[in-house]
């Protein structure tokens, strides 16, 4: 097991995010004429690993992922043996449902050789010659329209002019003043509520006319050149 590190950033930027230049990795800075990781969507393998690789970064975490202890667990290495067999097990079962396939395919070939069409059959032949099965009650589900209503709020109050829109679709719609809205959806849908600062929710949408929704803040981000020190010391 590895030593723990602990990630630091001793001098936050407060450069806008937003107007930086986006990389394959994150954002490139102007103004420090540097690229920002961006790591708040990285695992703590991910964190431990590009920390202890060496050089100066500058990088965009959440509050959570910083000042605290991270471990790059050991993985336990698999022996050859367990190795082999976990090859050959696919195998085995490869070879059994080829014997199987072809025994069926034997068997399908003796019962139909005695067989006689009636000329019953649930496929309509096409204008291009091909055959399609006739569509039944059970094949197609009519969507279901229908007026959603509702209020987005916080844990303060209601949130003003969110966004709400289908997703996959363009369809989409303003909340009011008083985080009020009104959506024709159908049974399936999945409605996504958005606003500035927090966190995307998604609602499918069943056989509900209202859908209330409490949006979360997005947490803390910080950005800067970070400090890698081992787990329970302060940086200098």
């Known amino acids: 097991m590895k030593k723990s590190i602990k990630i630091t950033i001793p001098s936050p930027c407060h450069e806008d995010w937003a107007k930086m230049t986006p990389t394959q990795k994150g954002k490139y800075c102007a103004v420090c004429e540097k690229e920002v990781i961006d790591f708040t969507k990285a695992t703590d393998e ?49 070879s059994t449902q080829e014997i199987t396939a072809q025994d069926e395919i034997q068997h399908l070939e003796q019962t ?16 291009d010659g091909t055959l399609s099965r006739k569509q039944t009650k059970n094949d197609t589900i009519k969507e279901k329209k229908r007026l959603i209503k509702g209020t987005i709020s916080d844990t303060t109050g209601p949130i003003a002019f969110s966004s709400i829109y289908i997703k996959g679709k363009k369809k989409s719609v303003q909340a009011n003043l008083d985080g009020t ?41 910080i950005v800067g050149e970070i400090r890698v020190v081992p787990s329970g010391k302060n940086p200098n």
């Open 46 to 94: 991910q964190l431990y690993k590009t920390a202890t690789s060496g050089g100066n970064l500058c990088g965009r975490f959440t509050k959570s992922q910083l000042d605290r202890s991270i471990q790059l667990q050991r993985k336990e290495g698999r022996s050859w043996a367990s190795y082999a067999a976990s090859l050959l097990i696919p195998v085995a079962i490869l």
């Open 112 to 127: 139909n050789s005695g067989y006689q069409s009636l000329g019953i059959s649930s496929l309509t032949r096409l204008k």
């Open 181 to 221: 809205y009104e959506l024709e959806a159908a049974t399936g849908d999945v409605v996504v509520f958005m606003s500035l600062g927090y966190e995307d929710v998604e609602v499918k949408v069943k056989d509900q006319n209202i859908i209330n929704v409490i949006l979360k803040g997005i947490p803390l981000i």
